[in-house]
């Protein structure tokens, strides 16, 4: 099995920033999509932000501008940087990955970190 595990959350001021961490480990042959969601109490969980093995990357319209995905392959790591935060990008971000191990294709979640935005 593979095992996504979250860092970074914590409380932030209006306009600070964050770096989210997600590590993966376990027996992996192949990584390829990774992502980050989203979901705040009594809301649905949304992407945030994806990126493929090739580099490409898709943002939400909320998360544009703002926040930066990115990945290193060799520590099968996926990051995202949280720039000019807002408090309704307060919610529990969780990890998300396309990844084969020697079994097959898994598509496992982290547990989440929570992020609050608050003054």
């Known amino acids: 099995q593979v095992q996504l595990v979250e860092s970074g959350g914590g409380l932030v001021q209006p306009g600070g920033s964050l770096r989210l961490s997600c590590v993966a480990s376990?027996?992996?042959?192949?990584?390829?999509?990774m992502a980050w969601y989203r979901q705040a109490p009594g809301k649905q969980r949304e992407l945030v932000a994806e990126?493929?093995?090739?580099?490409?990357?898709r943002y939400s319209d909320s998360a544009k501008g703002r926040f930066t995905i990115s990945r290193d392959n060799a520590k099968y790591t996926t990051d995202l940087q949280m720039n000019g935060l807002k408090p309704e990008d307060t919610a529990v971000y969780y990890c998300?990955?396309?990844?084969?191990?020697?079994?097959?294709?898994?598509?496992?979640w982290g547990q989440g970190t929570q992020v609050t935005v608050s003054s």
């Open positions: 990126i493929r093995a090739t580099g490409e990357t």
């Open positions: 998300h990955a396309k990844v084969y191990d020697s079994t097959g294709l898994l598509l496992p």
């Open positions: 376990g027996n992996i042959f192949a990584m390829n999509d």
